[in-house]
């Protein structure tokens, strides 16, 4: 039990699907994030969400979508996406961006046929 | 961009001793984390540094040499669930982590 739960765990979509990846903490945190883990490839960080506002997009495509409706969930939209896009798609709190350590959920694996 | 190296791959024997290093710009640095990943598992945290020296926890350590921009993550009595990867994180001021690419561990019998 991380504290930090994401579903669906696994995703097949086709490139004109719309789909959402879900994210809930139960540890109290102020600030949420998504990540995208590739193989062979370093944790990309795509979004970070703070007491509900987002504060950072890191050039992230608009077929990726955030979306935050309150300090404890936090949504990834996902629509007309391409092959390349398939990774394991993580989530993670911490107490607030700028301290304490990372919480990470166990990952949603999208691929993208 | 701040550029963080770790090996890609190490292997060693049950029961022995592993060092696993990371490098880091040193610019703005502002603490350093170590995660470990076990395949189609989530990260967990191991271990934070944000001054020189060592912080020993169990059988791990880890040392950070904030001059040089080093750090390493030592294991000790290597056991065969140890088999993961392990990845450097730094935290920059005014910035979010920035992960290494992490080394992958594997724990021979």
């Known amino acids: 039990e991380t504290g930090v739960t994401q579903t669906p765990r696994h995703l097949v979509m086709g490139m004109t699907n719309k789909k959402s990846l879900k994210c809930e903490q139960h540890?109290?945190?102020?600030?949420m994030y998504w990540y995208k883990q590739s193989a062979k490839k370093p944790l990309e960080l795509m979004f970070v969400?703070?007491?509900?506002?987002?504060?950072e997009n890191n050039s992230v495509p608009s077929r990726f979508s955030p979306e935050c409706p309150n300090s404890s969930h936090l949504f990834l939209h996902l629509h007309t996406l391409q092959p390349e896009d398939s990774a394991l798609y993580l989530c993670?709190?911490?107490?607030?961006?700028?301290?304490?350590?990372?919480?990470f959920g166990e990952g949603s694996r999208l691929t993208v046929l | 961009g701040q550029n963080i190296d770790q090996p890609t791959e190490m292997t060693a024997t049950e029961g022995a001793i592993v060092q696993i290093n990371c490098t880091y710009q040193t610019s703005g640095f502002n603490g350093l984390f170590w995660y470990q990943q076990h395949a189609g598992e989530a990260p967990t945290f191991l271990s934070y540094?944000?001054?020189?020296g060592l912080e020993e926890k169990g059988r791990f350590s880890s040392f950070l040499s904030r001059s040089k921009g080093y750090s390493y993550l030592l294991l000790k009595e290597l056991q065969m669930k140890d088999s993961a990867s392990y990845l450097c994180?730094?935290?920059?001021?005014?910035?979010?982590?920035?992960f290494g690419p992490g080394t992958r561990l594997s724990v021979l019998p």
């Open positions: 969400y703070s007491l509900e506002e987002r504060v």
């Open positions: 540094n944000v001054l020189d």
């Open positions: 994180a730094v935290r920059y001021y005014g910035q979010n982590f920035v």
């Open positions: 993670a709190s911490s107490q607030d961006t700028g301290s304490g350590e990372l919480f």
């Open positions: 540890l109290g945190h102020n600030a």
